[in-house]
């Protein structure tokens, strides 16, 4: 391939990752509960530095820094969800016992026309 179609393909990759980047941002200032906010926090954010580190490794393909940049994903995709599942569980755990999270069981009857024993709602 040419240099320049390198360029443009290892840029194209940044850019996709720097806006996945983004979202995951936007998304963290938006969301107002630890437990909306796990989505953004983890996967986009994975995603997306997958994508940069990509994009970088294409640049600088023959160079012996390509196994930092794998290192470097392999370790995000590896602990963001753990770590993302952890926070998940704690923030849960706390809204539970300070009661700002309830049982959904009037919700499914709201929607569902019955409760969870089968009896009708009314």
Request: hydrophobic residues 55%.
């Amino acid at each position: 391939m040419t240099n320049d179609l390198v360029e443009i393909i290892s840029a194209l990759f940044v850019l996709a990752g720097a806006l996945l980047t983004l979202a995951s941002a936007i998304g963290l200032v938006r969301f107002r509960d630890t437990l909306s906010r796990m989505h953004p926090a983890a996967k986009p954010q994975v995603l997306g530095l997958v994508l940069i580190l990509l994009g970088a490794g294409i640049r600088i393909f023959p160079d012996i820094d390509l196994g930092m940049l794998v290192l470097a994903a392999i370790v995000a995709v590896c602990t963001a969800p753990v770590i993302a599942n952890r926070v998940g569980n704690l923030a849960y755990r706390e809204s539970v016992e300070d009661g700002t999270i309830t049982h959904e069981a009037p919700v499914l009857e709201k929607f569902t026309g019955s409760g969870l024993d089968g009896s009708a709602a009314n």
